[in-house]
């Protein structure tokens, strides 16, 4: 099954700097999500990017999908100490399995 | 507005004990909802989903098992934990294509 990564795993950054971070998946897609986590909680929604997009905005967000590479990246601007958090993308297959595949995750820390 | 809920919060159970996690959806009929497992510091583990009443589709073998009693009741149980089994697991249900998470059920075996 695919599996999504992202890298970098881990990203420490000052409070105001922007932060990038990557996911790469193995097969064809309907649509990418990102997800925040916060340590011990559930998963949030971000923002979802279908496969025929190239890019998204929400907020401070910014999302990019290549399908020919099969990856996409999140970009955070101007960030807060409050965005720290990891950050996972998820992936559902063609085929309408109802499934969804979550990468590893990348551990965000901003510092104030 | 859709609210999920999940029991307990947190979890201690020893080894070959049996065990029974709740997760309940508010809000919403007929939704599909999903079970998955984060070990510390991990993604996210597909365990089960359901896409209806008595429908479970099990995504890895193990001792763990789902039930689907009601449309918007999802059971996560075993009937002898293992160490392995420890975890933070939760429930999810999915409106359209996004995923809406509870606040999960960290488990420790001992």
């Known amino acids: 099954s695919q599996q999504g990564e992202e890298d970098p795993q881990a990203l420490s950054i000052q409070e105001g700097e922007n932060a990038t971070m990557n996911c790469s998946y193995k097969t064809s897609i309907n649509n990418l999500q990102w997800y925040r986590q916060n340590s011990g909680r559930g998963l949030v929604h971000l923002i979802l990017i279908r496969s025929n997009e190239r890019e998204k905005h929400s907020g401070r967000l910014r999302v990019t999908l290549d399908t020919s590479k099969k990856s996409s990246s999140l970009l955070i601007t101007a960030s807060r100490a409050a965005d720290t958090a990891s950050y996972f993308c998820?992936?559902?297959?063609?085929?309408?399995?109802?499934?969804?595949?979550f990468g590893t995750g990348t551990r965000l820390k901003v510092l104030a | 507005s859709q609210t999920i809920h999940q029991w307990p919060a947190t979890l201690v159970q020893p080894v070959g004990s049996p065990l029974s996690l709740e997760c309940t959806v508010e809000?919403?009929?007929?939704?599909?909802l999903y079970w998955y497992r984060q070990a510390a510091g991990r993604g996210l583990q597909l365990l089960f989903y359901?896409?209806?009443?008595?429908?479970i589709s099990s995504e890895v073998p193990q001792n763990l098992s789902a039930s689907r009693p009601q449309d918007r009741q999802f059971i996560l149980s075993s009937k002898k934990l293992l160490l392995s089994d420890s975890g933070f697991y939760l429930c999810?249900?999915?409106?359209?294509?996004?995923?809406?998470f509870g606040p999960g059920t960290r488990l420790t075996v001992t």
């Open positions: 359901s896409v209806g009443i008595g429908q």
């Open positions: 999810a249900w999915r409106e359209s294509y996004e995923q809406y």
């Open positions: 809000g919403t009929s007929n939704p599909n």
């Open positions: 998820a992936t559902d297959e063609v085929q309408g399995t109802y499934k969804y595949i």
